[in-house]
């Protein structure tokens, strides 16, 4: 499915390293970071000029650049005449009114968070993953570019002012609970962090924010959920949509507060909490608000909303209304006039969650085309999402399990040209280890579906990442 995250300008792009940011080092300091080019377009006004890849632009007309949306936002609002500042030279050029650099800066270096949270997934993830796993991100700019969720408490006055100025909207924040000592709790602070005077001045401020509460069973459902509704409500349209989503526990919580996993039946009691309150507010103020993450439908056994309930989607990237987009997608692809040619057998995988609807779908196609539950081993029984599934799970689960001639990856759950899983191991690896063709699936269900009927046999094609 494709992100519904637009950049912030075209003037210049920046890159989304593997996992957001694989060889960016971690920090959180006022300092400036380096503005360093990854890439130049070629025949773009950066070309022109003479900018390289490894060139580090430290000023734009004079201004001081902290971070490479800087450079965006400047590079918005100067006029014709331009000078850029590198580590080595000045360039002055004339640029013509919005002409783009065509320019691909490094990673943002993440700001990280100091909280502890109860739940967080950091927390629980085994020393033998990807050292950038281990980085707590608390970063707004993260948030503005890439959809990443923050929890406000690490954000400074001069962070406050910076995202109002340059109207860095919408952003992703992490909510869990409005009530002061229940947040305190949940976000493993020493005392309140003015959560709510902060949602305030930004929405005042027309930043558009999307909420999410992870929700914890026995610690922040129930009225205190309602609660939390209930105040992010009073800063509507400003708090545009909630989104609730079940907690993750891992087989890594050693020496972590305890908590209750997710059930089904904990699941059918929280839809059968929020569905009222969602009719109620769709009457209201004509959206639902509050959307329950697609794993707790898929875990309570229920119907899955049609579209009209998700609005615009606005919570899509966190698996709200997932589920919903694949089946629309894939109806129409199977109502297309595609003809269908010959294709070698093969295996369709995706993780436990998601199995059912994806055989369904498959099993529709008439093809000869095995779909594959896979476990996460390397996580554990607790989760259960196709995107958290590494490379070392898929080959476990296919050395005895595999059908056909080649095997179909959800793409969610591999990132970067070099198709990257969380546990380092790439496509190619999945590929040599098994033996076959590993082809990723692409995020568009209508993709994957004219694929499928169209291709006499997999080698050489791909789907689109």
């Known amino acids: 499915m494709s992100s519904t995250k637009k950049q912030f300008s075209s003037s210049a792009y920046v890159h989304k390293a593997v996992h957001e940011y694989r060889h960016a080092p971690a920090h959180r300091s006022g300092e400036p970071q380096k503005v360093r080019v990854l890439s130049v377009e070629p025949g773009s006004l950066a070309d022109r000029i003479g900018l390289k890849p490894g060139d580090e632009i430290h000023e734009l007309n004079g201004n001081p650049l902290l971070d490479v949306i800087d ?80 929890t406000l408490t690490n954000v400074d006055e001069a962070e406050m002012q910076r995202i109002i100025q340059q109207r860095l909207s919408p952003l992703y924040i992490s909510v869990h609970a409005t009530e002061r ?18 949602v305030e001045r930004l929405a005042k401020a027309n930043i558009q924010l999307h909420g999410q509460v992870v929700l914890c069973p026995g610690l922040n459902d129930g009225i205190h959920l309602e609660r939390t509704v209930e105040d992010l409500l009073k800063f509507h349209p400003g708090v545009a949509s909630l989104a609730i989503v079940p907690v993750g526990l891992t087989q890594y919580r050693n020496h972590l507060p305890r908590l209750t996993p997710f059930t089904p039946e904990i ?64 109806n129409a692809a199977l109502r297309s006039r595609i003809a269908t040619r010959p294709m070698k057998s093969g295996t369709i995988c995706t993780g436990k969650l998601f199995y059912p609807y994806l055989k369904d779908c498959v099993d ?102």
């Open 364 to 465: 529709r196609l008439g093809m000869d085309l095995k779909t594959v539950a896979v476990e996460s081993k390397f996580w554990g029984p607790g989760i259960g999402v196709a995107g958290l599934l590494t490379g070392g799970d898929f080959i476990k689960s296919l050395k005895s399990n595999l059908y056909g001639d080649f095997v179909v990856l959800p793409s969610e759950s591999m990132v970067g040209d070099d198709y990257l899983f969380l546990d380092d191991l790439t496509m190619k690896d999945v590929e040599r280890e098994l033996g076959v063709q590993v082809i990723p699936s692409g995020y568009d269900a209508r993709d994957f579906v004219k694929f499928i009927r169209t291709t006499p046999g997999a080698h050489g094609m791909r789907v689109p990442c």
């Open 267 to 330: 699941a059918r009691q929280t839809i059968a909490h929020i569905t009222p309150i969602q009719r109620k507010l769709k009457r209201r103020i004509g959206s639902p608000f509050a959307f329950l993450g697609d794993e707790i439908y898929i875990m309570a056994g229920a119907e899955i909303p049609p579209s009209s309930h998700y609005a615009d989607f606005p919570q899509i990237e966190n698996g709200v209304g997932m589920v919903r987009t694949f089946l629309t997608q894939f």
């Open 71 to 150: 450079f965006q936002f400047n590079a918005a609002t100067i006029g014709r005449r331009t000078t850029i500042q590198t580590q080595d030279r000045t360039i002055t050029f004339v640029r013509r009114e919005w002409e783009s650099f065509g320019l691909e800066f490094e990673p943002v270096e993440p700001l990280t968070c100091k909280n502890q949270c109860v739940f967080c997934f950091v927390h629980q993830s085994p020393k033998n993953v990807r050292g950038s796993l281990h980085i707590k991100d608390e970063d707004y700019r993260l948030s503005f570019l890439f959809g990443n969720y923050l």
């Open 181 to 198: 000592e229940l947040r305190r709790q949940l976000l493993g602070i020493d005392e309140y962090d003015g959560f709510m005077a902060k």
